[in-house]
């Protein structure tokens, strides 16, 4: 037997693994650890983001295109009268409320013409903006005996407003008023602008009145700045 076979073993080889090399395996663990939650963290921060940026974008697509509806459908159908100049009021814009008649569709429960009012409304922290609905007939409105409350279309907002543009006297599109004074007529675009809580804006709602041609004749008077 040589003298190599014979050397007895060694304490590192009786003795398994040293502190310093227990202690440096013990930091790897725990960096892969952290480095796991930290990604992830970050992996469940990124789908909460897409979720709410995608929940956001359906909320916007969802009031856009029931304002965009309603107020395409306005029609040249009086609601009340202007006693002062005695003519038929067809439409009123302000800049945080809008009044004008549109269908109802018959699957709502009460189909026929009625008078939508659009109010943007103070919340508290902020705005928020409703839709009251009443019946028009005989270019009046009819109070029901069980009225129902506005509808709430959109809440969160610090800020929202209305504007109006229609043809000038030279027959070439006005500038974008927060009045409209023509009530008797119908404006040819309204612009709708919502901005979030956070500051985030909507994309601007702009919307055409088909039937506002018809109600816009140059020798009727037009709003001015």
Aim: no cysteine; glycine share 8%.
């Amino acid at each position: 037997m040589t003298r190599e076979s014979r050397r007895p073993p060694r304490a590192r080889d009786a003795l398994g693994f040293t502190l310093i090399e227990v202690l440096i395996a013990m930091v790897l663990l725990v960096a892969g650890l952290a480095l796991a939650f930290a990604t992830l963290g970050a992996a469940t921060r990124t789908t909460a983001r897409g979720e709410a940026m995608a929940e956001r974008s359906e909320r916007m697509r969802s009031v856009e295109g029931f304002l965009r509806t309603r107020i395409a459908g306005t029609r040249p159908i009086p609601f009340d009268i202007d006693q002062t100049r005695a003519i038929a009021v067809r439409f009123i814009g302000e800049r945080e409320r809008m009044r004008f008649v549109a269908d109802i569709p018959d699957y709502l429960g009460r189909g026929g013409p009625y008078l939508h009012d659009v109010r943007i409304e103070d919340a508290g922290d902020g705005v928020r903006m409703t839709l009251a609905l009443t019946m028009v007939q005989a270019g009046k409105t009819v109070e029901e005996r069980d009225p129902r409350p506005p509808e709430l279309l959109v809440e969160g907002l610090r800020e929202a407003r209305f504007r109006y543009r229609s043809l000038d006297q030279e027959g070439r599109l006005g500038d974008w008023v927060d009045e409209w004074e023509a009530t008797e007529q119908l404006p040819l675009l309204v612009e709708v602008t919502m901005v979030d809580r956070n500051g985030t804006p909507w994309p601007p709602l702009v919307v055409s009145l088909p039937l506002a041609p018809a109600f816009s004749a140059f020798s009727l008077p037009v709003q001015t700045q």
